[in-house]
Every structure is written in C-alpha cells, then in structure tokens.
T-cell receptor, first 116, second 114 residues
Framework: DTEVTQTPKHLVMGMTNKKSLKCEQH?????MYWYKQKAKKPPELMFV???????INESVPSRFSPECPNSSLLNLHLHALQPEDSALYLC???????????????FGEGSRLTVL | AQSVAQPEDQVNVAEGNPLTVKCTYS??????LFWYVQYPNRGLQFLLK??????LVKGSYGFEAEFNKSQTSFHLKKPSALVSDSALYFC????????????FGKGNQVVVIP
C-alpha cells in the first residue's frame, strides 16, 4: 500500500471549472512532486517543492497552480484546463529535499483527470 | 543533461523463464539509478536502486539489477518470471548534487505469457 495519498481518484471537469487535486504524506519527507502521465508514457515532471518552497517549475502553463501548505500536503489547483490536459496526475515524495538526494520517490496512486 | 534509454518497447517472456529489461544511461559523473514498476491504473512502485557499492542490487518481488559502469547499463532481471510481473517498467536516473530531477526512460511493457 502506498503511503502517499491522493484525492480524488477520478475527476471530470469542464474547461471553465476550477478544481483541486490533493496529496498527503506522513513519512516526514521534505520534497514533494507533481507529475503528469499520459497512457503508456513515462511521467513528466511538473513541479518540485523542497522544504515547502517551489524549487522546480518545468514551464507548466499557469492554468496549473501548485501549493504546498505544509510539509505533508501538496495541492494542484486547476483552472480553465484544455482537453489535452486529460491525464493521470501523480504526486510523489522523497526523503531529502536538498542536493544529495539518494532516495527513491514514493508515488501515490494518482488522480485521473478528464477535461471535457 | 542526464538521460535514460530503454531500447525495447515490449518484452515478451514465457512464465518461468528469465526476464531481462534493458536500460542504458547517459550522465556526467556517478549516477543514482532506479527501477520502478507500474501496474494498470496504479501509481509507480519502487523496485530497487543503485547508489554506490556492490554492482548487483537486489530489490522487491525477486527482482535484481546489475550496474555496469563501462557499458553504462543497469539492466533489470528476474530469474523466473510470473504472470503477475506483467506491467510497465521504468528505469530512471538522477545526478548527485543535482536539482532533484529524475529522468525516466520511455518504459517497457512486459508481457509474461502463461
């Protein structure tokens, strides 16, 4: 069983809607990640938070807005999405947030997003 | 920049036969290497990693991988495949003292035939 919990598991939204994806971990990890994954493709990095500060934004469109309220929580706010944004959104965490990060990522089960 | 190559799209193997999933990497310096598995409609699960030390790494579910620096490879192996090993397998590399980016290979679909 994964120790990274993502809600909701499934989300259907229109292009004018505002919704949020949530992620929670209680392993004391200091780095948290958002990935986007299309079917049968590798995950694509979107954002990295290290010690609750945004450290990487992979030029993601502003219709995706991340938030890290505390060290255990990570949100992804969605607004005015496009049908091509439909994908599996994966949250992950890792123990270390700084340079010498030898640790593996722990992934949640994902939130499957469909944009109509 | 770091990168990972998984040359095959799909690996078919009969149940009970040895399973090998290939991975080669390109990175400056010493890499941190990882294997993940993804079952249908699930997240990625960590299998094993190489950081330093013994080149043969043992992981979950009977999998192992061998780090070969001269060939820049990190192939995943299992002596006897099970039908339940059918899944999507990703190799990934991270650069030490880098920026926390994990570069994934394209993935290999493994099909174990009963």
């Amino acid at each position: 069983d994964t120790e990274v919990t993502q809600t909701p598991k499934h989300l259907v939204m229109g292009m004018t809607n505002k919704k949020s994806l949530k992620c929670e971990q209680h392993m004391g990890h200091r780095a948290m990640y958002w990935y986007k994954q299309k079917a049968k493709k590798p995950p694509e990095l979107m954002f990295v938070y290290s010690y609750e500060k945004l450290s990487i934004n992979e030029s993601v469109p502003s219709r995706f807005s991340p938030e890290c309220p505390n060290s255990s929580l990570l949100n992804l706010h969605l607004h005015a999405l496009q049908p091509e944004d439909s994908a599996l959104y994966l949250c992950a965490s890792s123990q270390e947030g700084r340079a010498r990060n030898t640790g593996e990522l722990f992934f949640g089960e994902g939130s499957r997003l469909t944009v109509l | 920049a770091q990168s990972v190559a998984q040359p095959e799209d799909q690996v078919n193997v009969a149940e009970g036969n040895p399973l090998t999933v290939k991975c080669t990497y390109s990175v400056s310096g010493n890499p941190y290497l990882f294997w993940y598995v993804q079952y249908p409609n699930r997240g990625l699960q960590f299998l094993l990693k190489y950081i330093t030390g013994d080149n043969l790494v043992k992981g979950s579910y009977g999998f192992e991988a061998e780090f070969n620096k001269s060939q820049t490879s990190f192939h995943l192996k299992k002596p006897s495949a099970l039908v339940s090993d059918s899944a999507l397998y990703f190799c990934a590399v991270r650069v030490p003292y880098g920026n926390n980016r994990l570069a994934f290979g394209k993935g290999n679909q493994v099909v174990v035939i009963p």
